[in-house]
């Protein structure tokens, strides 16, 4: 991979760097990994559902304070309904599971996007973990489900067009700063690093607005084959970079 913006190679392991304050995840290449086990795509979702955990948890201890992960696409839906219903019921055990052992891990649970599509047992388990968690001092742990970039801004849109009609605000006092406050991550900062493993050079309809200035690293690793490390070396690649937000 050639790496036109970087500097001078400065950091070498994460003891010397600045964490960025907001990661996103893709996490991609479930799929990929079944098939080269000969295994069924669940089997991909059931083991990168593990790497999550351990990921999340990895980032909270390292002073990341935002984290959110691609968990669902609004476009996911297309995927057999085999698969659809496995990974919904993988979602519903990790929740059960934040519901009871996470009070130590200190992480706030938010998730984004749109609910209305998920049955009344899971939407149940989304709020009850939000409202679990939502005094902890930990890390903001996002995850986006039925998530879609461009979806978010037609909501946000939407609102901002019924907010003007209701004489709220006129249409030229909207700025970049009163969209932002629109979307699913409002008061949240926009991501300074993006990480997609599988090889993919895609936004795929993650954090559309948010991600106009953030750094992206692609890694060539499927994402149950994800680690610790690999996002240690995602954290290298990012400080060495010179982000510039469009000046010189
Ligand atoms: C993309 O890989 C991955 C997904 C659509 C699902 C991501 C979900 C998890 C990691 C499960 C656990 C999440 C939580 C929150 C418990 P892909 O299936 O598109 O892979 P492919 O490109 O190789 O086919």
Redesign the pocket.
């Given at each position: 991979m050639a790496f036109f913006n970087r500097k001078k190679p400065e950091h070498t392991d994460i003891s010397s760097i600045e964490m960025p304050a907001h990661v996103g995840i893709?996490?991609?290449?479930?799929?990929?990994?079944?098939?080269k086990r000969g295994l069924p795509?669940s089997a991909?979702?059931?083991a990168?559902?593990q790497?999550?955990?351990k990921i999340a948890r990895y980032c909270n201890n390292i002073g990341i304070k935002y984290l959110t992960?691609?968990?669902?696409?609004t476009e996911?839906w297309r995927?057999p309904e085999k698969?659809i219903n496995a990974?919904m019921k993988?979602?519903k055990?990790?929740l059960e599971e934040a519901l009871r052992d996470f009070r130590d891990d200190c992480i706030v649970m938010r998730f984004i996007g749109d609910r209305s599509a998920f049955s009344p047992a899971l939407l149940e388990l989304m709020e009850e973990n939000e409202e679990i968690a939502k005094d902890r001092e930990g890390m903001v742990l996002n995850?986006a489900?039925n998530y879609g970039g461009r979806a978010e801004l037609i909501t946000a849109i939407q609102k901002i067009a019924d907010d003007v009609r209701n004489d709220k605000f006129s249409a030229d006092q909207i700025d970049e700063q009163m969209i932002s406050d629109y979307l699913y991550t409002k008061g949240q900062p926009d991501p300074d690093l993006i990480i997609r493993p599988?090889g993919?050079h895609r936004t795929s309809n993650f954090l559309l607005w948010q991600s106009a200035y953030s750094e992206y690293v692609i890694m060539d690793v499927?994402?149950p084959d994800f680690t610790e490390e690999h996002l240690n070396q995602a954290l290298i690649e990012y400080a060495n970079r010179n982000r510039r937000f469009g000046g010189v």
């Amino acid at each position: 991979m050639a790496f036109f913006n970087r500097k001078k190679p400065e950091h070498t392991d994460i003891s010397s760097i600045e964490m960025p304050a907001h990661v996103g995840i893709i996490m991609d290449g479930n799929g990929r990994w079944a098939k080269k086990r000969g295994l069924p795509r669940s089997a991909g979702h059931t083991a990168g559902a593990q790497v999550f955990r351990k990921i999340a948890r990895y980032c909270n201890n390292i002073g990341i304070k935002y984290l959110t992960v691609y968990a669902f696409s609004t476009e996911n839906w297309r995927r057999p309904e085999k698969e659809i219903n496995a990974l919904m019921k993988l979602f519903k055990e990790y929740l059960e599971e934040a519901l009871r052992d996470f009070r130590d891990d200190c992480i706030v649970m938010r998730f984004i996007g749109d609910r209305s599509a998920f049955s009344p047992a899971l939407l149940e388990l989304m709020e009850e973990n939000e409202e679990i968690a939502k005094d902890r001092e930990g890390m903001v742990l996002n995850i986006a489900m039925n998530y879609g970039g461009r979806a978010e801004l037609i909501t946000a849109i939407q609102k901002i067009a019924d907010d003007v009609r209701n004489d709220k605000f006129s249409a030229d006092q909207i700025d970049e700063q009163m969209i932002s406050d629109y979307l699913y991550t409002k008061g949240q900062p926009d991501p300074d690093l993006i990480i997609r493993p599988s090889g993919e050079h895609r936004t795929s309809n993650f954090l559309l607005w948010q991600s106009a200035y953030s750094e992206y690293v692609i890694m060539d690793v499927l994402w149950p084959d994800f680690t610790e490390e690999h996002l240690n070396q995602a954290l290298i690649e990012y400080a060495n970079r010179n982000r510039r937000f469009g000046g010189v």
